[in-house]
């Protein structure tokens, strides 16, 4: 995929504070490296997995993710704890 045409989303859940993940960020090109660059300069994992970037991409902005990706989310989150525990 070329620059112009990369994209990124980012998704927040707080166990505790939210009742799914949502998403709260979604951009192509330019928008899409500040995405992934204030990620990793806040210690934010990055995750490239397309098949959920194309399905997420088509909700608005703080919507909740539907049910059908709930799956795909769940192994992300289930990544990035294992990630924290290892800090």
Do not use: F
Not at 24 to 35: M, P, S
Not at 59 to 87: G, H, M, S, T
């Amino acid at each position: 995929m070329d620059e112009k045409n990369k994209k990124a989303i980012a998704l927040r859940y707080e166990k505790g504070k939210d009742s799914t993940p949502k998403l709260v960020a979604k951009g192509q090109g330019y928008i899409a490296d500040k995405i992934v660059e204030l990620a990793k300069e806040n210690d934010v994992p990055v995750i490239k997995d397309e098949k959920l970037l194309s399905a997420a991409y088509t909700l608005d902005i703080y919507e909740e993710i539907p049910p059908e990706l709930y799956k795909a989310v769940a192994k992300i989150l289930a990544y990035v704890e294992k990630l924290k525990k290892q800090i």
